[in-house]
């Protein structure tokens, strides 16, 4: 195959979501659906915390920036998406493709980081009870998400510069409905080998701290559970961490399925759907998890409810 023409490039073209203009409006208006229902599902849950003193713990101090970061990732991609299926351009400008990718890159990892967070907080509820106010303490929590924020900040500004380095072709067009980092690398001309190495090497360490960490947690909490002689306190001690380990299969399985749907099929498109539930999916059902299977939440967004309900009455009177 010979040499693609370089050229200086200013923009880059995202697949389209659907080629059948008829199917057009109804995707524009369920992920419009998707997009209102992630931001107000996840706005509620950070309301609900703020709100609620009996919340102001370190499980939904954690949740809460779980929800933060749901709705900034999401924002990140479905806007994007909307603008593009409305105005029938999938173009995104070379700048737009970098921001992009940056904010993909470390509101995708911050997420990760916060799902290991959140076992370990579980791990020392489950296993060290006696000692969790002091392990759990407002210093410690807040030093793991400035901590996982500055990790994932500097490994996705490292991508994105590395990426500035290269130089792009004429074929521009990246196999997905948005900007990621290992596609937009495939389009370059010049040499990526480098971008490879870091690819590998951020992905093995940056994600699979946090995996190893998640399962960490949760062998030693089956261990500490198995042992408990009360089938009440088995079923108390795994019910506080069902909410959790939803949520965490959720994330993980989608991003197993986009690595699947790359390795086992030749079909971009089936490829760029999937990425899509994974980018998609778990954001707008996390609210739905911890509201519907936690008393404590569903109590807490009741009164929320209520009280906005209140005030929306007395503005309108």
């Not at 079923?235 to 086992?264: E, M, N, P, R």
């Amino acid at each position: 195959m010979g040499p693609r023409n370089k050229t200086a490039i200013s923009e880059f073209l995202l697949m389209e979501v659907t080629e059948d203009p008829e199917l057009k409006p109804f995707l524009f208006v369920m992920f419009l659906f998707i997009y209102l229902v992630t931001v107000l599902g996840n706005l509620l849950i950070i309301l609900a915390v703020s709100s609620d003193s009996h919340l102001h713990t370190p499980m939904y101090f954690f949740l809460a920036n779980l929800s933060f970061t749901d709705i900034c990732l999401s924002t990140t991609t479905i806007p994007k998406m909307l603008v593009n299926i409305q105005a029938q351009d999938q173009s995104i400008t070379y700048a737009g493709c970098l921001t992009q990718l940056y904010f993909v890159l470390a509101f995708g990892g911050l997420e990760s980081f916060l799902l290991a967070a959140m076992a370990y907080d579980r791990y020392v509820a489950i296993c060290h009870p006696l000692r969790y106010t002091v392990i759990m303490n407002r210093r410690l929590c807040g030093l793991l998400i400035l901590v996982s924020s500055c990790i994932n900040t500097v490994d996705a500004l490292m991508h994105s510069l590395m990426v500035l380095h290269l130089t792009f072709c004429t074929d521009l067009e990246i196999p997905l409905f948005f900007c990621e980092v290992v596609q937009v690398i495939k389009l370059a001309c010049s040499d990526t080998l480098i971008n490879n190495i870091l690819i590998y090497f951020a992905a093995s360490v940056f994600a699979g701290i946090p995996v190893c960490g998640i399962i960490f947690s949760y062998t030693q909490i089956v261990s500490s559970v198995l042992r408990m002689p009360s089938v009440g306190g088995k079923y108390k001690a795994f019910s506080t961490c069902g909410s959790h380990l939803s949520v965490v299969s959720l994330f993980y399985g989608t991003g197993l399925g986009v690595y699947i749907s790359s390795a086992f099929t030749n079909s971009s498109r089936n490829t760029a759907v999937v990425s899509v539930m994974y980018i998609v999916v778990p954001q707008m059902m996390n609210p739905f998890i911890y509201s519907l299977r936690n008393r404590d939440m569903k109590g807490a967004l009741r009164k929320l409810v209520g009280k906005i309900a209140l005030l929306f009455q007395e503005c309108v009177v």
